[in-house]
């Protein structure tokens, strides 16, 4: 069984920062691409910001040159750091994977973490 287990969501101001981490319990997703997602009340899950095996990430426009997406294949994690946090980033973040090489991170998805950002 393939699990996904994020942490590091909380309150914080407008302004501060945040860092999620998901751990995953295979390491044959190391060379599989990994995600962020997030979803606001009311509105469809987006992505948020995506990483391949090779390190080739991807960012929403709304968060870019905010948030920075990383993993660490030896801890078989995948990390994303939130500076500069708005209120409109209030939301439950997901991190999610890919079950195949060149495949989206859509297949696994973890329980979520809430993430509110107070103005």
């Known amino acids: 069984q393939v699990q996904l287990v994020e942490s590091g969501g909380g309150l914080v101001q407008a302004g501060g920062s945040l860092r999620l981490s998901c751990a995953r319990s295979?390491?044959?997703?190391?060379?599989?691409?990994m995600g962020w997602y997030r979803q606001a009340p009311g509105k469809q899950r987006e992505l948020v910001a995506s990483i391949t095996s090779g390190g080739n990430t991807n960012y929403a426009d709304s968060v870019k040159g905010r948030f920075t997406i990383s993993r660490d294949n030896a801890k078989n994690s995948v990390y994303l750091q939130m500076n500069n946090l708005k209120p409109e980033d209030t939301a439950v973040y997901y991190c999610?994977?890919?079950?195949?090489?060149?495949?989206?991170?859509?297949?696994?998805w973890g329980q979520g973490t809430q993430v509110t950002v107070s103005s």
């Open positions: 999610a994977a890919a079950n195949g090489v060149g495949r989206p991170p859509l297949d696994y």
């Open positions: 295979r390491s044959i997703f190391s060379i599989y691409a």
